[in-house]
């Protein structure tokens, strides 16, 4: 399926999950990551602008937390 056709809540539960994996990552490899769980080997600027939404969805829901540095982690306890 298309890129634009998957919805931001779905994105960011992508994301939870490579953070699970991962304990955490840089914000760009974390989107990297992303796109290619949900198939997508290039990150053209739609997909970044998508996953950056998905991004900001988990950080404002209080399930994730970036770092001045730009690190991503999971907010303790809020891993659901």
């Known amino acids: 399926r298309d890129f634009a056709d998957i919805a931001i809540q779905e994105l960011a539960n992508g994301m939870l999950y490579v953070l699970r994996q991962n304990l955490g990552a840089p914000a ?15 990150v053209g600027k ?3 602008v998508r996953l ?5 969805f988990l950080i404002e829901s209080g399930k994730a ?14 891993t659901a």
Request: glycine share 14%.
């Open 52 to 56: 950056r939404r998905a991004l900001g």
């Open 28 to 42: 760009e490899a974390l989107i990297r990551e992303t796109a290619r769980t949900f198939g997508t080997l290039r």
């Open 65 to 78: 937390q970036q770092t001045g540095e730009g690190h991503v982690s999971l907010v303790e306890g809020r």
């Open 46 to 48: 739609h997909v970044e």
